[in-house]
């Protein structure tokens, strides 16, 4: 089984809507991220967490929201998607800030 | 000017040959480096870990220039596996990993 896991994979939704994406691992690692990825732009960080009680808002935060439910979860909501929030997000893991492990991404689409 | 950049290529050569890639940083308080392999429309993987020193992990050598800010990736007899796009990443201890925009390898038969 794979140690970070994103669900769903894929997913389409309409301008508007409230979308959650949500990520779990069994790494048992203190820090979780998310990212989105866009061409060209390489991997632009949302929001990260440290540890269930500490949340921090990344490079691109806006328009975004995140739960950390547990140590193994960590959720990324959009309230309002809009049509510019296409893109590719990943969920990484990390233990002491050295290597990162990545789940498979969800790749969403807002119409 | 952008944290990490790299040249986004796509660089093209055949089997069988040597090409290096480099990185640059901004910060310069950036304490770990790493190189990344991302295959099309997959989540990245850790390729190595950059040291000072430098380091050699079989057919990939890393380097690391604190001077002049540079990181450098060099893959020696490339195969046609080695086709991915390569992303340049920093650390500064305790905050953040910064992505670089990744340079695209192709290996051609």
């Known amino acids: 089984d794979a140690d970070v896991t994103q669900t769903p994979r894929n997913r389409i939704t309409k301008t508007g809507k409230r979308i959650m994406l949500e990520c779990s691992q069994t790494k048992g690692h203190d820090r979780m991220y998310w990212y989105r990825q866009d061409p060209g732009l390489g991997l632009r960080l949302i929001y990260y967490s440290f540890d269930v009680k500490d949340i921090n808002k990344g490079e691109i935060s806006d328009g975004y929201s995140v739960s950390r439910q547990a140590q193994a979860k960590f959720s990324l909501s959009l309230e309002s998607a809009i049509p510019n929030q296409t893109a590719l997000y990943f969920c990484a893991t990390s233990n002491d800030g050295y290597e990162q492990y990545f789940g498979p991404g969800t790749r969403l689409t807002v119409t | 000017r952008k944290e990490v950049e790299q040249d986004p290529g796509p660089f093209n050569v055949p089997e069988g040959a040597t090409v290096a890639f480099n990185c640059t940083y901004s910060?310069?308080?950036?304490?770990?480096f790493f190189w990344y392999r991302q295959d099309c429309r997959k989540e990245p993987k850790l390729l190595m870990s950059?040291?000072?020193s430098g380091n050699e992990d079989g057919r990939f050598t890393a380097q690391l220039n604190r001077a002049s800010q540079y990181i450098s990736l060099l893959i020696r007899d490339s195969k046609l596996s080695d086709s991915a796009t390569y992303l340049c990443v920093v650390n500064i201890y305790g905050q953040n990993f910064v992505f670089g925009p990744g340079t695209r390898l192709s290996v051609l038969p």
């Open positions: 950059v040291y000072s």
């Open positions: 910060n310069s308080a950036s304490q770990s």
